[in-house]
């Protein structure tokens, strides 16, 4: 794995580790569903924003029908279903603990891919599984 896609991977994190705080904050008078639909439009607003600003319109509407059924499939699992779990356990949970519950999705994409993609599992990946799960076994009972 490179430098950049290890540096482009710990920003992401680092986003993903912000994101939990700033949500809790912004549901503590919100309900998850209303939540997620002011978050949404704002996300839209920034997409938007960069379609104009690149000219990525084009890009956009060139995208094959296939891959949009995917992608919508994806838009359904992540932003919305997904999304809604996660708000909601933000609402009424810990915020520490949603992340960290939350943090199985690897997981279940690395059990997926295997099915999915025929994606060997190492050595590596199974002790990371099992560590996983130990440590989310932790911080639901602690």
Same mark, same amino acid.
């Given at each position: $794995? +490179?430098?950049?896609?290890?540096?482009?991977?710990?920003?992401?994190?680092?986003?993903?580790? =912000?994101?939990?705080?700033? /949500?809790?904050?912004?549901?503590?008078?919100?309900?998850? &569903?209303?939540? =997620?639909?002011?978050? @949404? &439009?704002?996300?839209?607003? *920034? #997409?938007?924003?960069?379609?104009? !600003? @690149?000219?990525?319109?084009?890009?956009?509407?060139?995208?094959?029908?296939?891959?949009?059924?995917?992608?919508? $499939?994806?838009?359904? *699992?992540? @932003?919305?279903?997904?999304? #809604?779990?996660?708000?909601?356990? #933000?609402?009424?949970? /810990?915020? /520490?603990? +949603?992340?960290?519950?939350?943090?199985? +999705?690897?997981?279940? @994409?690395?059990?997926?891919?295997?099915?999915?993609?025929?994606?060997?599992?190492?050595? !590596?990946?199974?002790?990371?599984?099992? $560590?996983?799960?130990?440590?989310?076994?932790?911080?639901?009972?602690?």
């Amino acid at each position: $794995m +490179s430098i950049s896609l290890i540096l482009i991977s710990l920003s992401g994190a680092v986003c993903w580790g =912000l994101a939990p705080i700033f /949500g809790k904050l912004g549901l503590s008078s919100v309900e998850p &569903m209303d939540g =997620l639909a002011a978050r @949404t &439009m704002i996300t839209l607003a *920034f #997409l938007l924003s960069w379609l104009v !600003l @690149t000219n990525g319109f084009a890009r956009v509407w060139a995208i094959p029908s296939k891959d949009w059924l995917n992608l919508g $499939m994806e838009a359904f *699992f992540a @932003t919305l279903a997904g999304d #809604l779990a996660y708000y909601a356990a #933000l609402k009424w949970g /810990g915020a /520490g603990v +949603s992340a960290v519950v939350f943090a199985v +999705s690897p997981v279940i @994409t690395i059990g997926l891919s295997n099915l999915v993609f025929q994606e060997a599992f190492t050595l !590596l990946q199974i002790v990371g599984v099992i $560590m996983v799960g130990f440590g989310i076994l932790l911080v639901v009972t602690g």
